[in-house]
Each structure stands twice: as structure tokens, then as C-alpha cells.
């Protein structure tokens, strides 16, 4: 297979230069939405095409399962592309659906199944699948290839097993949960049990260590692996281990990471050994035909000026130092605020950032935060009772629009049932209203606008006339244009590709919309969500947000804060600056230049590229922008960079007052519309310092008949049956699995009491052997059985049976064959009950996940999917339907860009605000929404200011703005006049 000449065409300069990229180290800083997914793609196809890299020598790292299959249906459309070109001489979406599918499957069997791709725990939990009989941890204990990997429920169940019953520990004085905590947080810093133990300096230390070692011990006695442990045991495993590190070096020759920023301080020891082979010397690293790269962004931030609740008051959070404050935190448990006293430690580090800044507002309380900054928030009455919403949901190439209520009547989040059922993999809010007829309306004009169907993916229980095979063929059609419309639609509305409001890998955590739940500032509600706010003492009261974006350009600083990773912020309670994942370092993306680059300045460095191309507005405007910034003492050198052309000048009008200034917008719009057939109201806004001024611009719109609006908007793995069914599956697959066994052992109940378990379970510890090993021999079980022996046989006749068919039956037919033999499926029908139906619609999409599954990576055994599940387990008033011209104050933009922007009002007092004139700070602020409102505009942009204004009934004379002398004069044009 060969390239064809434009297939990196199409990429921007600096993407080209990081897809071209072939052997050392290169770290790629990019901001959300500038390209990096496709930076990632094009750089594999890159390495394949071009290079004939071999695709069993990629490993691509992301960090949620989503990411990797978005990534494999990219690398898969590229290639099946390229094919259909080379070979039909036509377009994929352009051949009959069968040859598609040959395509398809070609690509699947030759490119994108060797290829690595997937999370750091799917991806090493595959290697141990290889290796791990050859690792024994520091007390000799081994594990065997067919090991269980524990889920967080069943993580716990052990631990307090553990804690209050092996130890009799009071469960007051050592929570389960909380031991479990710190267990996970010990392993994630790559502490064994005595290392652990050695830095205890108290009793309450020590006893968790004692309770992590009994944990360990019971992990090798069941054959499991816990989370934590997919990463840690290869990382030890590599390190004990030269033969094993030495093999899978050579067998990844280039290592992509993407989220670098996220990765933790064990995650990093493992990219480091497979790329150096465990070599320190940099000096002594062979970089022929090899690469590492990896591209982060460590832009969840605040700016200057954020104050930060300490132990000694509010500080600002550029005056916080590590080494001498500590912050006060707030427990979501315990529901109180914590560290008053003694506080809490963090780690901070800055970093220069350009872009809209989400500005959170309650009563008078006010932060602000770059736009993937997480908050956690509570849905309120409103959202639950009376909210409907228009959605855009994706699953891999697919976009539809839709409308539902936000909440179902019986608490259930609505929106995320949708997506799930539609087994789509993110969804976000476009619109939020409390009239359904609105929303229906709104879906009809946004499908017209963008050209993106409001078919289901899926025939819902009757509700659609559609068959899967029609909806197939509709959305495999649009495959190939739908992506870039999607894109479109979420960007004109605010939002970003890279943070949906819901996603199978962040699905609503809540449970009936009663929990907080955290999301990115970017898809913050205003009146819908409630912030927590700090009250004093240990309370907070949860309260509803109101939402502005500033333009900013400047520094913002990342926190992370242990144990709780919240903080109050301006008194209101917000998530670390940077931590997602488990003990995310950041620091480790600031140090990428010096541990693998050439650690060189920005300027001269040949090992870090940045992706910072704006994509929306004309040159001229971006310049004039540009220039206006520059007047703040707070920036950074990184520029918008236009890739649009340099577009009309922008014209300034000079009014004798407000009226005469109305008249004239308003012609203007007359006049272009006039002569640009396509445009219509809703191409044009008008944005302005204060709501007083809208009045004029009303008056003259009305007469003008011109339509105008003022702008002022559990899950799935963790439900019991799934729990239940994946025991099953675990118990066949690693019949050691003895936590897998005591869940189903009399479920449904099949008469073997709670004493016969006892009794097996103190048997088995006895004899040191796994509880299997009792179950399946007949003398035990009638010894320690008793009258439940006849029922315990019976079932551990059931679980061999399957066992000794694992290796001739798919993951599919060994589930639905268990459920039904087992009795689970007809005990659910016979209860009759609401809620035993729901249970059973759940165990059918289990079926369905196994399918799909199946499917998706033509992989039918149980051993796979195990894997598989375990990993996957853990503008509101803008009437754009009615094409109406936009009037809005600059703090209402949201975001929103237009194609047609009249920024007015530019006078001294008013824009800027007589409040910023003598308060530096302020003035700077100012400046910012200036340049918000510059670079509103896609198109045309219109500049306006009075030589007078009616102030309270009198006219006052009107100064121009000083914004104004500071846009370069080469590019604004005052001689248009009125039509």
C-alpha cells in the first residue's frame, strides 16, 4: 500500500512537522481542539506508509478506552481510503456497502489489529497475559496467565473482608473505603507493603500497612490483579526482569503517549524502560528507527489573582508557595470542609496560556479557569424537574442531533440513558430550555443548518419505523462528512470535541441525579448546576452558577492538591488544576525537554513542537487583535495564527450619537444581506459593553422589520446483575478467583446458606488451598456441606462444565449459556417485578456488549472480553431557528463567533468602563473583552463609537476609546459610510 501524493495535505504546518517526525524524542504541546488527534493518527499512518514501520511495532498510549477506539477508526478510514483509491479509483463512501466492508476488514486484519492501541491498563495487562509467570513480587508470591483482574467494587469487598474479619479492625476507626484509598495510593507511588509500612510513623499507618500485605495475599490466592496492579507489576516485572524489558523493547520501536500531562510518576517508569531499555545513560540511547512522542497540554489552570482558601486565609494563587502553605480541602464523604488546621500539601507549577477563560459566578463570588478545568457540581431542581435539552451525540463517525428532558421522571439522567442505549461515546448539550416545543424546533434548524440527521443509531423498542440496516447505510453514507460538521456545530455553540458532557469512560456518576458529579468548566449550565460555596467553618452551601469567557493571555497555574484534590477557589469549591487520572504528575510533561529532549529553549529547540493555528477568524482581524493584546503586561508570546486569508478591513464609524450609530449597523445589514444572498440574521451580532445600550439598536431594528433577539444557557459495569454475570464469567475463566465464587455461590438462590460458606471458605484457608479446590472435590464438599452438599454440587458441577467448554465456545454463548443454566435469567422472569424486568433488559445489553465486542475486534474469547469489561468498568435564549440578528453584551458571548460582528459603544467611560480607568488591573480585564469581541468576528468586523450619548435623559459628550488607538491603523478603514 502507498501513499498518494496530498496525504498530509491537508495538515497545518506544525502538524505536518510532527507528523513527519520519525526517530528520537519529540513532545508536542497542544491546546483542545488544535489537532492533536490527528497529529496522533497521521503520524502512525506516517510511520507505516511511508517509513513501512511494521504496525506490531507501534504502541500507542491513551488514557481512556474511547480515545483508543476514536484513534483505530481514524487509522482505520485512512487506510481503508487509501485502498479504495488505489484500487477502485474512487472514494470509500462512494463504493457499494459490501465492498466497503472488504475494505474494512483488509485494513482491520493488516493494519489496525497488530497495531497497540489502547489505555496503559488494557495495553500492559495484554503484556502480563504473555509474562506474568515470570514475576514474583518481593515476598515470593507468582501469578499464572489466566489471572482475574479485580474491579474497584470487588477491590473493596476484600478489603473489608480484610479489615473486618481477618483483623477485626473497627470498621469505625479504619473505613474500608478510606484504607482502600490509601492502599491504591501506595501502589500508584510504588510502595509494597513493607516499603509502605517503613514510611508509617504512627499506629494507624502501620495497621494499613498490615491490612495492604493481607490484601496482597489474598490478590495471589484468588490469582488477581487489582487496578493499580496493571501497571505496577509490569513496571517491577520490567525491572527484575532484563530478557522480558529486552523483548518488548525491541518489539516497540515507536512509543506515542497521548495526555501526557496525565500520566503518573509509575506510568512514566514504564515508557521509560521500553524506550531506553532500561538505560540511564542518555548518552548511551539508540535513537535509530526509534521515536517516543508525546503530546500534552497542562492547561487546566487559573489565572493570576485566583485566591486560594490556606490555612492562614485567602492567597493569591501566584503568592502560593509548596514548601509554606497548605490548602484547606473539602470531603465529599463526610460532606464537610477539611484542613482548616493543619491543611493539606499540593504541588503548583505555571505555564503561559492563551484563550478563553470560563468565568464562574455565585451571588457575588467569582473565579475563573481555562476551559477543561474540572468543577464539581450538583444538577438542581430546575435541570431535574422542568429542563429539556438539545443534544449532539457521537458514536465513532456518526453525529445526530436530538432533543429530550434532561431528567427522566424518575430521576434518572435522560440524556446519558440516551447515549448509552445508542451505544453512543460522548454526548454534549447544545442547548438547554424549559419548553419542549423550543427544543423540538431548535433540532430541526440545527440538522437544517449543519446538514446532521436526527435519525437514531439505533431502532429503539419500536419507537422509529427504521431498521438497523437502513440507519447503517444513512450514517455510513455521511460517515466521511459528518465528523467536520460535528466540529462545526460544537464550536459554534461553545463547546469542544474533547469534552463531552457524557462519555461511557466519564458516564454520570450520580445515580438518579443525586451525587456530585465533576465536569470540564467548558460544559458548565448556568441556573442548572449548583457550585459548592464556602460558608464558613466546616459547611458549604450548594448554590446555582451563572457563566461569562473572558479572552485571556497570560500565566495560569495548576495545583494539585493531595487526598481530596479539591480546594476552594474565591471561596467557591473547585477540582485540582490538572489531576485526572491517579496520581497524575504534571511535572512530567514540564520535564519531558530535559529527560528525554535536547533541552534547548523554545526558540531553538528541535525536539518540542506546538500546536497554536486558529482555524476560525481572517488574518487582519487576528493581527488587529494581536496588536491589542500586547498592550497587557500579562501575555505570552504565543500568537493566534490565522489560516483563513487576510479577509476586509475593519471599518470604524464615527456616530454624532447612539441613534445615528444604530442606523448605521442596521444598514450595514441591510446592505450586505443584500448583497450576499446566503447570509441571513443570524450571520450578524452586535456586541456591546453594557445591556443599556441594546435599546437604540431594538428601536431602529423594529422599524426596520428586522427579527432580532437579545442574548442573555449508575453506571452500566457497576450495577448488581452485570456484577453477577462477570462473576460467573470470572469463575469460569480463573477458577482461583474465590471473590468471584462467594458472589454467585447461592445467586440466584440455590440453598446453600451462609454457615456452608463459612464452613468451606475456613476450610479451604485451612488446607492453604483456593476454595475451588473444595468445590470441586466431592468428599469435601459432603464433609463440610452438610445438608447443602447436594446443592454446592450441583453448581460446582454447572462452573466445570463451562470451564471444560471455554476453549470451543465464544465469550457469547458462554454467558448466555450460564445465565440460563444458572437459573439468573429465570429467576428475574418469575419475580415479575419492575424491577426485575430492568435487570433483565440489563443482562440482554451485557449480551450486547459481548457482541459488539466480539465485533469490534474479532475476538470472541471469554479471557478477551474479561479483559475488556474490567477495564471498561473502572445559549439559551438565542432564537437561531427564527435566522434573527444577535444583540449581546461581550461577557454574554459564550464563545459564539459569528460571521458579521459590530463590536459598539467604543468610547472612554464606556468601553472601557469608567470603573477600569484608574485601576490598572481592571483596565487589563477590559482590554481582554475588547479582544473577546474582536475576535468574535469569522468574516467582517465593524468598529463604532458616539461623539455624544444620552446618559440619564441628558447628553454627554463622548471621548473615543484608547482601545481604539491601539489597533494598528494600517488595518482599520473610517471612511465607510451609511447606505
Request: proline share 4%; net charge negative; charged share 25%.
Amino acid at each position: 500500500m502507498s501513499t498518494t501524493p496530498d496525504f498530509l495535505s491537508h495538515l497545518n504546518p506544525s502538524q505536518l512537522q510532527a507528523v513527519e517526525h520519525f526517530c528520537g524524542p519529540l513532545l508536542v504541546v497542544a491546546g483542545a481542539g488544535s489537532g492533536k488527534t490527528r497529529a496522533l493518527t497521521y503520524r502512525i499512518a506516517n510511520l507505516i506508509l511511508k517509513h513501512k514501520v511494521s504496525p506490531e511495532n507501534i504502541l500507542a498510549v491513551t488514557f481512556t478506552n474511547k480515545a483508543a477506539r476514536e484513534m483505530k477508526g481514524r487509522i482505520e478510514q485512512i487506510f481503508a481510503q487509501q485502498l479504495a483509491e488505489q484500487k477502485y479509483g474512487q472514494r470509500l463512501e462512494l463504493l457499494p456497502e459490501d465492498q466497503q466492508t472488504q475494505l474494512r476488514s483488509r485494513v482491520y486484519k493488516t493494519i489496525t489489529k497488530p497495531l497497540w492501541i489502547g489505555t496503559f491498563h488494557s495495553l500492559f495487562a495484554r503484556i502480563l497475559r504473555f509474562d506474568i509467570n515470570k514475576y514474583q513480587d518481593d515476598q515470593g508470591r507468582k501469578w499464572n496467565r489466566n489471572f482475574s483482574i479485580f474491579d474497584e467494587s470487588d477491590a473493596q469487598t476484600l478489603v473489608k473482608t480484610i479489615v473486618t474479619q481477618t483483623l477485626n479492625l473497627d470498621d469505625h476507626k479504619f473505613n474500608p473505603r478510606s484504607v482502600r484509598y490509601a492502599i491504591s495510593n501506595a501502589k500508584n507511588r510504588g510502595f509494597s507493603p513493607q516499603q509502605f509500612e517503613l514510611e508509617q510513623s504512627n499506629f494507624r499507618g502501620r495497621v494499613i500497612a498490615d491490612v495492604y500485605s493481607h490484601y496482597q495475599e489474598q490478590l495471589a490466592a484468588n490469582n488477581a490483579l487489582d487496578f493499580d496492579d496493571l501497571i505496577l507489576v509490569p513496571m517491577r516485572l520490567f525491572q527484575q526482569n532484563e530478557s522480558v524489558l529486552s523483548y518488548w523493547h525491541q518489539q516497540f520501536y515507536h512509543i506515542l503517549v497521548d495526555e501526557y500531562q496525565d500520566t503518573n510518576r509509575i506510568q512514566y517508569e514504564l515508557i521509560r524502560l521500553l524506550t531506553t531499555n532500561g538505560e540511564t545513560r542518555k548518552s548511551q540511547w539508540d535513537w535509530q528507527n526509534r521515536s517516543v512522542f508525546v503530546v500534552g497540554d497542562a492547561d487546566q489552570c487559573q489565572p493570576p489573582g485566583t485566591q486560594v482558601l490556606t490555612t492562614e486565609g485567602y492567597v493569591p494563587i501566584e503568592a502560593l508557595d509548596p514548601n509554606q502553605h497548605r490548602l484547606v480541602s473539602y470531603n465529599p464523604h463526610s460532606s464537610a470542609v477539611v484542613g482548616r488546621v493543619n491543611g493539606y500539601r499540593f504541588n503548583k507549577a505555571s505555564r503561559p496560556f492563551s484563550g478563553n477563560l470560563i468565568e464562574v459566578t455565585v451571588d457575588s463570588q467569582t473565579t475563573r479557569s481555562t476551559p477543561n478545568h474540572r468543577w464539581p457540581i450538583r444538577w438542581n431542581q430546575q435541570a431535574k424537574e422542568k429542563t429539556h435539552v438539545v443534544y449532539l451525540i457521537r458514536r465513532g463517525q456518526w453525529y445526530r442531533v436530538g432533543w429530550c428532558k434532561l431528567f427522566k421522571s424518575d430521576g434518572g439522567f435522560q440524556l446519558g440513558y440516551r447515549a448509552r442505549v445508542e451505544k453512543a461515546d460522548a454526548a454534549w448539550i447544545l442547548v438547554a430550555t424549559d419548553n419542549r416545543t423550543e427544543a423540538s424546533f431548535k433540532v430541526s434548524y440545527i440538522a437544517a443548518r449543519y446538514g446532521i440527521p436526527t435519525a437514531p443509531f439505533e431502532p429503539i423498542n419500536g419507537a422509529t419505523e427504521y431498521t438497523r440496516q437502513m440507519l447503517e447505510q444513512l450514517f455510513n453514507v455521511l460517515g466521511d462528512v459528518l465528523p467536520e460538521r460535528g466540529i462545526s456545530c460544537l464550536q459554534d455553540f461553545g463547546l469542544d470535541p474533547n469534552y463531552p458532557i457524557y462519555s461511557p469512560d466519564i458516564a454520570y456518576q450520580g445515580g438518579r441525579g443525586k451525587s456530585t458529579i465533576e465536569l470540564a468548566a467548558i460544559n458548565l449550565l448556568p441556573e442548572l448546576m449548583d457550585i459548592a460555596v464556602y460558608q464558613g467553618g466546616k459547611t458549604v452551601a450548594w448554590k446555582p452558577i451563572r457563566i461569562q469567557r473572558q479572552e485571556y493571555s497570560g500565566l495560569v497555574y495548576s495545583l494539585e492538591v493531595e487526598k481530596h484534590h479539591v480546594y476552594f477557589s474565591d471561596g467557591l469549591l473547585t477540582h485540582n488544576s490538572i489531576y485526572s487520572f491517579r496520581m497524575a504528575d504534571f511535572t512530567i510533561l514540564l520535564g519531558f525537554q530535559q529527560d528525554f529532549g535536547d533541552g534547548l529553549p523554545d526558540q531553538d529547540t528541535r525536539t518540542m513542537v506546538k500546536l497554536e493555528e486558529n482555524y476560525r477568524s481572517r488574518e487582519n482581524i487576528l493581527q488587529a487583535a494581536n496588536h491589542l493584546i500586547e498592550n497587557n503586561t500579562q501575555r505570552i508570546d504565543k500568537v493566534l495564527r490565522a489560516t483563513r486569508g487576510i479577509g476586509e478591513k475593519i471599518y470604524c464609524f464615527a456616530a454624532d450619537d447612539e441613534l445615528e450609530e444604530a442606523q448605521f449597523v442596521v444598514s450595514q445589514i441591510i446592505q450586505l444581506k443584500r448583497q450576499n444572498p446566503e447570509l441571513d440574521g443570524g450571520s450578524f451580532a452586535i456586541l456591546y459593553r453594557t445591556n443599556a445600550q441594546s435599546r437604540a439598536f431594538e428601536d431602529v431594528l423594529i422599524r426596520a422589520d428586522i427579527l432580532y433577539t437579545v442574548v442573555g444557557g449508575l453506571k452500566f459495569y457497576d450495577r448488581k446483575e452485570i456484577k453477577d454475570a462477570l462473576a460467573y464469567l470470572r469463575a469460569i475463566a480463573n477458577p482461583s478467583d474465590t471473590v468471584s465464587l462467594l458472589r454467585i455461590i447461592n445467586t440466584p438462590r440455590r440453598g446453600i446458606g451462609q454457615t456452608t460458606i463459612n464452613n468451606l471458605v475456613t476450610a479451604a484457608q485451612e488446607l492453604g488451598v483456593p476454595l475451588w479446590e473444595i468445590l470441586s472435590d466431592e468428599t469435601s464438599v459432603h464433609t463440610f456441606a452438610g445438608r447443602s452438599a447436594k446443592a454446592v454440587k450441583k453448581f460446582s458441577q454447572l462452573m466445570s462444565q463451562w470451564q471444560e467448554q471455554m476453549e470451543n465456545r465464544t465469550a457469547l454463548e458462554i454467558l448466555k449459556g450460564i445465565m440460563e443454566e444458572s437459573g439468573y435469567i429465570g429467576d428475574l422472569r418469575n419475580k415479575g417485578t419492575e424491577e426485575a424486568e430492568n435487570r433483565l433488559e440489563n443482562i440482554v445489553e451485557l449480551f450486547n456488549a459481548v457482541q459488539q465486542f466480539q465485533e469490534e475486534n474479532e475476538e470472541t474469547s471469554l479471557e478477551g472480553f474479561l479483559a475488556n469489561a474490567t477495564l471498561a468498568s473502572d445559549m439559551d435564549n438565542l432564537e437561531e431557528g427564527k435566522k434573527a440578528v444577535s444583540l449581546m453584551t461581550l461577557h454574554s458571548a459564550k464563545g459564539l463567533e459569528f460571521p458579521i460582528v459590530f463590536l459598539v459603544g467604543l468610547e472612554q467611560g464606556l468601553f472601557p468602563h469608567s470603573r477600569s480607568l484608574r485601576d490598572p488591573v481592571a483596565l487589563e480585564e477590559e482590554r481582554r473583552l475588547c479582544y473577546v469581541g474582536i475576535t468574535r468576528a469569522q468574516e467582517q468586523l465593524f468598529l463604532s463609537h458616539a461623539h455624544e450619548r444620552r446618559f440619564y435623559g441628558n447628553r454627554e459628550p463622548a471621548n473615543p476609546s484608547q482601545f481604539l488607538k491601539e489597533l494598528p491603523s494600517d488595518l482599520i478603514d473610517s471612511k465607510v459610510g451609511m447606505f
